[in-house]
């Protein structure tokens, strides 16, 4: 089985920690508006591709200036068949602090936004070494990959169901959110991306109030649950609690 790990050339560091044995390592001549891994893999009767958007300190500010990456992340979905793309966020420890304090607040709007539009995952790293180790183990993963169910993790499966039903049921998955106060939140934002423009408009103080106002017949959304809202749409950590 061909596996070939395409590599961008600004993540061309990475190729010394990929071993020569099963995994054939290039630099990609197809240029995506940023940093990007993709691991090619030839199976006898599919093609199956995972593929790593690399966001760090020295790359980020691409992402928030950049009018060409939803035009980008557009063409590598569509460029793609059969494949599963994340984020990574790599860092170090020595940058931890900055990260989470200074960069993560500015891509956090964005990210949600890319993630839901997108079906992208987000993944944490701290350097090209760790990401390198991730990268073999998936490839052994697909390599031993032998029935459909073991290949969910890289293979897209069709779905069906209405937009506007499932931004009633994501907004109902949140603790204390009745389907009427849900009704209220899509009446003015009738879509995901909608709330988290909204988001991105408003000012930094203001956002986790923003949907306090709204009222669920003579009842308002209230402050609490606003926040909760706004969290559970923008936290990028797992563990938070609302």
């Not at 459909?148 to 890289?154: G, K, R, T, V, Y």
């Amino acid at each position: 089985m061909k596996q070939i790990l395409y590599v961008d050339p600004s993540l061309s560091e990475i190729m010394n920690y990929i071993p020569e044995e099963g995994i054939t390592t290039e630099i990609t001549d197809r240029m995506y508006p940023f940093p990007t891994l993709i691991l090619w893999v030839r199976e006898t009767t599919s093609f199956n591709n995972l593929v790593w958007i690399i966001i760090s300190p020295s790359s980020y500010q691409r992402f928030l200036s950049s009018s060409r990456i939803e035009e980008g992340f557009s063409d590598l979905k569509s460029s793609l068949d059969n494949s599963k793309i994340s984020f990574i966020y790599q860092y170090s420890a020595r940058e931890k602090q900055n990260w989470k304090e200074n960069i993560q607040p500015q891509l956090q709007p964005l990210i949600a936004k890319w993630i839901f539009n997108f079906g992208f995952d987000l993944l944490e790293m701290e350097n090209l070494n760790e990401i390198s180790q991730y990268i073999i183990q998936a490839s052994s993963v697909l390599v031993n990959s032998k029935t459909s169910d073991d290949l969910q993790m890289i293979q897209k499966q069709p779905e069906r169901f209405h937009p506007h039903e499932t931004w009633v049921k994501f907004l109902t998955a949140i603790p204390q959110m009745s389907l009427a106060k849900a009704q209220a939140i899509i009446s003015k934002y009738p879509s995901l991306t909608s709330l988290l423009e909204a988001y991105e408009i408003a000012e930094a103080s203001k956002r986790e109030t923003l949907l306090m106002s709204l009222t669920a017949g003579s009842l308002p959304i209230g402050k609490a649950l606003s926040i909760k809202i706004y969290t559970y749409l923008t936290s990028l950590d797992p563990f938070t609690i609302l």
